[in-house]
């Protein structure tokens, strides 16, 4: 990701950054729902989905290090830096665990996820409330994650137009 942002900046140094970063917040939308959707939840489809796991792991994962961390550097004062910083990791961290689980659990009932009784073993559990339980899990959990990331998409898109003044 920092190559890659270093790279784009040489070439546009006001649009390169802002550019690494919506190229990664695009693909991990995509790869992300690829493995979501698209991926056959078979054995025989581990190769493909770990496949999908690289390709996000490698493309995903760009925007802090080749977006983020270098506008700081360049924007902040080295006086306020290491506050800003922990700041910006914290605020992640913080809302990432406070809501994402809630978050996919209330959007997995709304989706139709039920509850199993109290004490029942996963094998005990009909093959149609799971198969059910699983589409709501799987639509939680795309929901709760692509719509912040479409969040941070408007905003790194929002950097063409403010990172330069």
């Known amino acids: 990701g920092g ?3 270093d790279r ?5 140094p006001w649009h390169g950054r802002p550019l690494t970063a919506q190229i990664s917040v695009a693909s991990g939308i995509a790869v992300f729902l690829c493995i979501l959707f698209a991926v056959p939840k078979e054995e ?8 999908l796991l690289i390709a996000f792991g490698l493309t995903a ?11 700081l550097i360049e924007l902040v004062s080295p006086r306020s830096r290491a506050r800003i910083f922990a700041l910006l990791v914290s605020l992640n961290t913080a809302v990432a665990a406070c809501l994402g689980g809630p978050a996919v659990g209330f ?9 199993p009784d109290q004490g029942k ?10 198969t059910t339980n699983l589409a709501a899990l799987t639509d939680a959990l ?7 990331w479409l969040v941070c998409l408007a905003a790194f898109s ?4 403010t990172y330069q003044r």
Not at 158 to 161: D, I, P, S, V, Y
């Open 142 to 148: 795309a929901l709760s994650t692509v719509l912040p």
């Open 121 to 130: 073993r996963v094998a005990d559990i009909e093959d149609e409330e799971r």
């Open 8 to 12: 784009m900046a040489e070439y546009s």
């Open 61 to 71: 994962s760009w925007a802090g290090v080749g977006c983020n961390s270098p506008l």
């Open 44 to 51: 025989e489809s581990f190769a493909f989905f770990a496949l």
């Open 158 to 161: 929002a950097l063409h137009f």
């Open 3 to 5: 190559f890659v942002g």
């Open 107 to 115: 959007a997995a009932e709304f989706f139709g996820y039920q509850t």
